[in-house]
């Protein structure tokens, strides 16, 4: 037992050393992946993965930014395979770390892009999969930015007999609001909504609250996006 007590502080030490470089390429990596250097970012991922081939943290990693080079693709068969790649990332960091909210979300995006890129039919046939997926990412972090809005999302776009409710998707865009009220794309996407019902002076609102953002968080989605469909659907409702 003596000796058992004496090896602890340098098996500890030894934990540690391995833990912490670890670490730091992962922060390395998401500095290139902010800078958008994609192939360093891989590069560097890899080379995580290369110590350890279950790390949960580098897969779901792996699974961002494959998802991110597929929607760079022209060829369906492309972007197809660079997404089933991301999403075979996502699930082995969500079966490695079942508690990682970045796992399941990122694998209910992978999911959701093979889908749409097979076509309808299997977009729908998956629909429930990666809504359950939101969920969990939901469920593990109730602040999951990216996981409220693509439960908004789904429940705007899904139709009612396959479990669409705009209610609910109302919901989470508000809840998205509460957490980050300058994110412009939902006042948009609640404009819709309310269009789409026929509450005219609470689109309005809604798309002027868009408007009236001065330093939104996605700068240039506001600019290229964002802006000009408020505004778009502002003059369709003109005098409504």
Same mark, same amino acid.
């Given at each position: 037992?003596?000796?058992?007590?004496?090896?602890?502080?340098?098996?500890?030490? #030894?934990? #540690?050393?391995?833990? !912490?470089?670890?670490?730091? +390429?992962?922060?390395?990596?998401? /500095?290139? &992946?902010?800078?958008?250097?994609?192939?360093?970012?891989?590069?560097? =991922?890899?080379? #995580?993965?290369?110590?350890?081939?279950?790390?949960?943290?580098?897969?779901?990693? $792996?699974?961002?930014? &494959?998802?991110?080079?597929?929607?760079?693709?022209?060829?369906?068969?492309?972007? =197809?395979?660079?997404? /089933?790649?991301? $999403?075979?990332?996502?699930?082995?960091?969500?079966?490695?770390?079942?508690?990682?909210?970045?796992?399941? !979300?990122?694998?209910?995006?992978?999911?959701?892009?093979?889908? /749409?890129?097979?076509?309808? =039919?299997?977009? $729908?046939?998956?629909?429930?999969?990666?809504?359950?997926?939101?969920?969990?990412?939901?469920?593990?972090?109730?602040?999951?930015?990216?996981?409220?809005?693509?439960?908004?999302?789904?429940?705007?776009?899904?139709?009612? #007999?396959?479990?669409?409710?705009?209610?609910?998707?109302?919901?989470?865009?508000?809840?998205?609001?509460?957490?980050?009220?300058?994110?412009?794309?939902? !006042?948009?996407? =609640?404009?819709?909504? &309310?269009?789409?019902?026929?509450? &005219?002076?609470?689109? +309005?609102?809604?798309?002027?609250?868009?408007?009236?953002?001065?330093?939104?968080? !996605?700068?240039?989605?506001?600019?290229?996006?964002?802006?000009?469909?408020? /505004?778009?659907?502002?003059?369709?409702?003109?005098?409504?």
């Amino acid at each position: 037992m003596k000796t058992l007590s004496r090896m602890i502080p340098a098996l500890l030490f #030894v934990l #540690v050393s391995f833990v !912490y470089p670890l670490d730091d +390429r992962l922060k390395k990596a998401d /500095q290139f &992946y902010k800078s958008g250097q994609s192939s360093e970012t891989i590069a560097l =991922l890899k080379e #995580v993965l290369a110590d350890n081939p279950s790390d949960a943290e580098a897969c779901w990693r $792996m699974a961002r930014v &494959y998802c991110d080079a597929g929607d760079r693709k022209t060829e369906k068969a492309d972007k =197809l395979a660079t997404y /089933q790649t991301a $999403m075979g990332y996502a699930e082995k960091a969500k079966t490695s770390s079942p508690t990682l909210a970045e796992a399941w !979300y990122w694998y209910a995006v992978s999911m959701g892009r093979v889908g /749409q890129t097979k076509g309808m =039919l299997n977009a $729908m046939s998956l629909a429930v999969p990666v809504r359950d997926a939101f969920l969990k990412t939901v469920e593990l972090n109730p602040r999951h930015i990216g996981a409220l809005f693509g439960l908004g999302m789904w429940y705007k776009e899904v139709p009612g #007999v396959a479990g669409g409710d705009m209610e609910k998707s109302i919901s989470y865009f508000n809840k998205i609001l509460a957490v980050d009220p300058i994110y412009t794309e939902v !006042y948009v996407r =609640l404009g819709e909504i &309310y269009i789409k019902r026929g509450e &005219y002076a609470t689109a +309005r609102t809604c798309l002027e609250k868009c408007l009236a953002v001065t330093v939104p968080t !996605y700068p240039a989605a506001f600019a290229s996006n964002d802006k000009p469909r408020a /505004q778009k659907l502002l003059a369709q409702i003109e005098g409504k």
